[in-house]
């Protein structure tokens, strides 16, 4: 089985070596991603690819392996196919917004090579949800993996509604997703992050919750690195009690090393993320101690080997998700962490 995996096709190895889309631009990049996906899952050797490896479950769910793509990779449903094919073993879609809107205005993102870290800025653009419905719909049904949305609030929408746009999203998608991730952590829409304080936090999770329990369908919060640590105690008590199902941990970073060769606005990610999003699954695995009562905890940030996978995992995590470690590995990352967890047993 083991073998049979690592064995690499000569395209395979072309294109490890080549990494055409770095070459071009993020932004074009990321906008060619869905056609780039596309060729690779045409021209690689499905059987090649690991599906099934350290696989769980989580309630009514089935994870054929504990590794899938992070939130704003595939916004808008486009890939679902491909990703499976590469052997991803769950999938969360968006930030998917009630209406469409576009990305922040001038430079939204870039990659440094050196230090194997992704910057953005991009402020949720989607389609809006009908679009994303669209998508999910037609993948739904005859899914491989559990599928989680994310979802986040219209720039135009004020704080103090920001419960409208979430529960639209939850009455209008709830039939096409397994999980849904509330996203109040991005650094990217102005206000956002003050949805995590005493004043709209906690009416807004008891609209939340409320919901979730009336559909039926597991909400999770995803965190910030950012918190300290006894505002991040506050957070997983209040969510605790108001029925969130797990968390997904973190959401980028807006601090900086110094020196510092990345932009002092947007959020950072990648490997320099790495240690804080580590930090992070321990504080709140800590938080959570005993009381942990089937929490879900997924762990994102500077994720990129079976070793770091291994060790997520030690410290907490029942999943982990992967974005800019698939911009510097490329698209057999799945695979690549698939031999690499599994060569350690
Ligand atoms: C270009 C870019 C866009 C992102 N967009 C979203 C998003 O729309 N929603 C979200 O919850 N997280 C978004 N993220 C954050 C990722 O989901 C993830 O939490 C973060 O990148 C850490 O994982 P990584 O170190 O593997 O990249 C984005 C990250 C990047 C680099």
Not at 72 to 77: A, N, V
Not at 142 to 160: D, H, M, S, W, Y
Not at 267 to 277: C, E
Request: net charge positive; glycine share 8%.
């Amino acid at each position: 089985m083991l073998s049979e995996m690592t064995s690499e096709s000569a395209f395979e190895k072309l294109l490890d070596y080549w990494k055409p889309w770095l070459w071009m631009s993020p932004s074009v990049g990321h906008d060619w991603l869905p056609f780039f996906l596309k060729m690779t899952v045409f021209l690689s050797e499905k059987s090649n690819q690991p599906y099934d490896w350290h696989s769980r479950k989580w309630r009514n769910l089935y994870f054929r392996n504990p590794v899938g793509i992070a939130g704003g990779l595939d916004k808008t449903g486009q890939s679902i196919d491909s990703w499976w094919n590469l052997g991803a073993g769950f999938l969360e879609i968006g930030t998917v917004t009630p209406h469409a809107q576009k990305p922040n205005s001038g430079k939204i993102m870039d990659r440094f090579k050196e230090t194997e870290a992704l910057w953005n800025r991009m402020g949720f653009p989607s389609p809006g949800y009908k679009s994303v419905l669209f998508e999910l719909e037609k993948n739904f049904e005859n899914r491989q993996t559990p599928i989680f949305l994310n979802i986040g609030k219209n720039r135009t929408t004020a704080n103090e509604n920001a419960h409208e746009d979430y529960t639209l999203l939850m009455r209008q998608m709830h039939q096409v997703c397994d999980v849904f991730v509330v996203n109040i952590s991005s650094p990217n829409t102005t206000g956002l992050r003050q949805l995590f304080s005493k004043k709209y936090f906690e009416p807004l999770m008891d609209k939340l919750g409320g919901e979730s329990r009336r559909l039926q369908k597991p909400l999770l919060l995803k965190l910030s690195p950012d918190e300290p640590r006894d505002q991040l105690e506050s957070i997983i008590h209040r969510s605790y009690n108001q029925g969130v199902d797990g968390y997904v941990i973190t959401n980028t970073t807006i601090q900086r090393p110094t020196p510092s060769p990345y932009p002092e606005d947007g959020g950072l990610s990648g490997k320099p993320l790495a240690a804080q999003s580590l930090q992070t699954l321990k504080d709140v695995v800590q938080i959570l101690g005993l009381n942990r009562n089937n929490k879900l905890i997924v762990n994102a940030g500077g994720i990129s080997s079976g070793t770091d996978l291994r060790d997520r995992l030690y410290w907490g995590a029942d999943l982990c998700q992967i974005y800019s470690s698939l911009v510097f590995r490329g698209p057999y990352t799945f695979k690549k962490i698939a031999h690499e967890y599994q060569s350690t047993i």
